[in-house]
C-alpha cells in the first residue's frame, strides 16, 4: 500500500493497480471567501493526471468537497469512477458525469473495489452527514477520521485492530485539537498515528502532539506507516 499526503485531509491510496482519492483540496478556493485561509503550498497539478478508481468525501465542507477540484475529477469519461459521498455530498456530487457511480455513502455503508473495501463511520462535525471512513486492503485497516470532534459514539463503530489512524489536529471549525486527537488516537489502539489538517492554513507544529508512534507526513510525498 501506497498513501500520499495531498494537503489538509487529501489522501491517496494506491494498491495492486487501483487508486482511490479521498477529500482533494487542490485550488485556493477557501481563500477565496477568506483570505486569511490562503494556501501556503502551491497545488502540484501532477494529481489531476490520475483519475482514480475510487474518490471519496466526508463530508460538505469546501476544504473537502472543493468546488473547483471536485469537478476536475467528476467530469472526465475516461473511465467510470466510483464516487462514495454522504448524503450532503452526494447531492451535489451526482449532477456531475453521468457516466460515473454515485453511492450514497452513510454511516454503516461499504463498498468493495479491486483491492480496497471501504466503509463510512460516524463523525461529529458541523456538517450533520459527516463520514469517517474505514479503508481495507492487504490485509490491513486504515481509519480517516474525516473532520471530527472527539466523541465517544464513534469508537463502537470501530474494529480491534487499525494499521494507523489519520485525523485532524487544528482544533478549529469543529475538528479536535492535538490534545484529544492523542487521546483520541490511543483510544482507537492505532500502531500509528498520521495528524492532518495542519500546515497549509496555520503554522502548527505536529511535533508537539502528545502521542506515541506519531507519523508526520510531509505534503505530496508517501508516507510511510510501515518502517
Known amino acids: 500500500m501506497t498513501i500520499t499526503w495531498l494537503g489538509q485531509a487529501g489522501l491517496l491510496f494506491e494498491e495492486n493497480g487501483f487508486t482511490a482519492m479521498i ?10 471567501l477568506d483570505a ?21 468525501f466526508t463530508h460538505d465542507h469546501l476544504d473537502h468537497y472543493d468546488t473547483e477540484t471536485a469537478p476536475r475529477f467528476l467530469e472526465r469519461t475516461d473511465k ?8 450532503s455530498v452526494w447531492e451535489k456530487a451526482h449532477t456531475h ?3 460515473h457511480n454515485y453511492v450514497q455513502f452513510n ?22 452527514y459527516a463520514i469517517g471512513i474505514l479503508v481495507e486492503a492487504g490485509g490491513k485497516c486504515y481509519y480517516v477520521t474525516g473532520d471530527t470532534l472527539y466523541n465517544e459514539a464513534i469508537f463502537p463503530f470501530l474494529p480491534r485492530e487499525i494499521e494507523a489512524v489519520f485525523l485532524p489536529i487544528n482544533g478549529v471549525g469543529n ?7 492523542a487521546r483520541f488516537a490511543a483510544r482507537t489502539g492505532a500502531k500509528k498515528v498520521v495528524p492532518l489538517h495542519f500546515g497549509l492554513f496555520d503554522s502548527l507544529d505536529p511535533a508537539a502532539m502528545p502521542c506515541e508512534d506519531l ?4 505534503i505530496y510525498k508517501e508516507i510511510k506507516i510501515e518502517e
Open 80 to 87: 467510470q469512477m466510483i464516487v462514495l459521498a454522504p448524503t
Open 107 to 128: 454511516p454503516a455503508t461499504s463498498w468493495t473495489e479491486g483491492p480496497f473495501r471501504f466503509t463510512a463511520v460516524p463523525a461529529a462535525h458541523s456538517d450533520p
Open 97 to 99: 458525469a453521468k457516466c
Open 175 to 181: 475538528n479536535m485539537n492535538m490534545w484529544d486527537a
Open 36 to 56: 486569511t485561509k490562503a494556501r501556503r503550498v502551491p497545488v502540484e497539478e501532477r494529481f489531476f493526471e490520475i483519475t482514480p478508481d475510487i474518490l471519496a
Open 23 to 32: 477529500d482533494p483540496y487542490l485550488s485556493d478556493s477557501v481563500a477565496r
Open 215 to 218: 507519523v508526520i507526513p510531509q
